[in-house]
C-alpha cells in the first residue's frame, strides 16, 4: 500500500510562488508515474502535473511555462514549483502516484491565491 504525504500548500497573493512536495512511502516499486492534480470548488479534479518513471513530463495547458514539477527519485519525492499563480490556480492539490493499472492520492493540499 502506497502512503503519500503532501506538503507546502497555503495562502499566496497573485503573482507569487510555492513549492509542493509529496513523499511516498510502503510499496513503492513498479511507479508508471507520479505527479499532481486539483481540484477547485464545484469543478472535476483535473492534471496539473505528472513525471514518469523515465524522466518525461506533462503539464496541463493552464500552467505550461509558469509550473515546474521534479522529482528525487532517491527520496522518492516529487515537487511542484508554481510560480506566477493566479486565482485561479486555487485549489486542493492532490498528490497521486500511479502503478499496476491504480492510482493512489494523497490527502490533498490546500493553495489558495488571493487577488
Known amino acids: 500500500q502506497v502512503q503519500l504525504v503532501e506538503s507546502g500548500g497555503g495562502l499566496v497573493q497573485a503573482g507569487g510562488s510555492l513549492r509542493l512536495s509529496c513523499a511516498a512511502s510502503?510499496?513503492?516499486?513498479?511507479?508508471?508515474?507520479m505527479g499532481w492534480y486539483r481540484q477547485a470548488p464545484g469543478k472535476q479534479r483535473e492534471l496539473v502535473a505528472i513525471v514518469t518513471s523515465g524522466g518525461s513530463t506533462n503539464y496541463a495547458d493552464s500552467v505550461k511555462g509558469r509550473f515546474t514539477i521534479s522529482r528525487d527519485s532517491a527520496k522518492n519525492t516529487v515537487h511542484l514549483q508554481m510560480n506566477s499563480l493566479k486565482p485561479e490556480d486555487t485549489a486542493v492539490y492532490y498528490c497521486?502516484?500511479?502503478?499496476?493499472?491504480?492510482?493512489?492520492w494523497g490527502q490533498g493540499t490546500q493553495v489558495t491565491v488571493s487577488s
Open positions: 510502503g510499496g513503492i516499486f513498479g511507479m508508471i508515474y
Open positions: 497521486n502516484y500511479y502503478k499496476a493499472g491504480r492510482g493512489y
